[in-house]
T-cell receptor, first 114, second 112 residues
Framework: DGGITQSPKYLFRKEGQNVTLSCEQN?????MYWYRQDPGQGLRLIYY???????QKGDIAEGYSVSREKKESFPLTVTSAQKNPTAFYLC?????????????FGPGTRLTVT | SQQGEEDPQALSIQEGENATMNCSYKTSINNLQWYRQNSGRGLVHLILIRSNEREKHSGRLRVTLDTSKKSSSLLITASRAADTASYFCATVASGGYQKVTFGTGTKLQVIP
């Protein structure tokens, strides 16, 4: 059963702690993405990776870090430098279908920092 | 920065009615895609329209694209309670890598 998995679904952390969100895909996609979604808002791009061992900052990368050591995995670390980390985090990968690339999303991780 | 802006922000209709939501964007695109998000879940791809297409259909969905006005619309015909969700347009820029920029979404409620 192909797809994208994110874990955990809910995550609670104390302020000042780093936390890592997991994202795994078995779709054999080269490109992977992390988005942040705040209540009632659209998605904002945090980081993206077009290929293993390479990644680029998105629109709101400050306070976040990523790695892409394997094609299947693209973990996101929310550092203590992120001023407002409580949000819903979505991971996606991109694959060619038909005539263009489409994004496939994981179920998301809801992070609450208190 | 957000490329797409959806209108309306929220829409409430009776089951069986049609729902129309609009998306405007700012720069040249390769294609435009519509996604659906059920509350607290990931996004699901619905339909894609390329920049050289004007209209596309998929089941009860109809998408139009007007590149001269930099706008798109999504029509859901004969709506069902199960269509209740948020709908996002996403633009893919021309050239370069496949960066997808999402709009702010339209929250649709279909009342049984």
């Amino acid at each position: 059963d192909g797809g994208i998995t994110q874990s955990p679904k809910y995550l609670f952390r104390k302020e000042g702690q780093n936390v890592t969100l997991s994202c795994e895909q078995n779709l054999n996609h080269d490109a992977m993405y992390w988005y942040r979604q705040d209540p009632g808002q659209g998605l904002r791009l945090i980081y993206y990776s077009q290929i293993v061992n390479d990644f680029q900052k998105g629109d709101i990368a400050e306070g976040y870090s990523v790695s892409r050591e394997k094609k299947e995995s693209f973990p996101l670390t929310v550092t203590s430098a992120q001023k407002n980390p409580t949000a819903f985090y979505l991971c996606a990968s991109s694959g060619y279908r038909g005539l263009a690339y489409e994004q496939y999303f994981g179920p998301g991780t809801r992070l609450t920092v208190t | 920065s957000q490329q797409g802006e959806e209108d309306p922000q929220a829409l409430s209709i009776q089951e069986g009615e049609n729902a129309t939501m609009n998306c405007s964007y700012k720069t040249s695109i390769n294609n435009l895609q519509w996604y659906r998000q059920n509350s607290g879940r990931g996004l699901v791809h619905l339909i894609l329209i390329r920049s050289n297409e004007r209209e596309k259909h998929s089941g009860r969905l109809r998408v139009t694209l007007d590149t001269s006005k930099k706008s798109s619309s999504l029509l859901i015909t004969a709506s069902r309670a199960a269509d209740t969700a948020s709908y996002f347009c996403a633009t893919v820029a021309s050239g370069g890598y496949q960066k997808v920029t999402f709009g702010t979404g339209t929250k649709l409620q279909v009342i049984p």
